[in-house]
């Protein structure tokens, strides 16, 4: 799924049998389900993400930042948080935030 995304590639019908199209397809409801229920995208990466949390250290000011739990946390200057991975992977890509390992 995270290579095909939510729909068989047309390359690949050819070369599948109506079972492995139906696991296909069940499979895509069920991580569908579940990412639903953890208010997670799982497939927003290419490789499946180990956490769900992130910590990460401000490198650039970011100051208020709304959750998608509906909280808010200050992002000020040198800080350090344990944040959920979907909240901040926007930031990191842009250069504000710094994935701590």
């Not at 895509?28 to 769900?52: F, R």
């Amino acid at each position: 799924r995270w290579e095909a995304g939510a729909v068989i590639p047309e390359e690949w019908k050819q070369n599948i049998s109506e079972a492995e199209a139906t696991y296909f397809g069940e499979y895509g409801k069920l991580l569908n389900l579940y990412m639903k229920a953890y208010n997670i995208d799982l497939t927003a990466d290419l490789a499946p993400p180990k956490s769900l949390f992130v910590e990460v250290r401000v490198v650039k000011e970011v100051g208020e930042l709304t959750l998608e739990s509906g909280e808010s946390v200050v992002l000020a200057l040198g800080t350090q948080h344990l944040l959920r991975r979907t909240d901040v992977e926007p930031l990191i890509r842009q250069g504000y935030l710094q994935h701590v390992s």
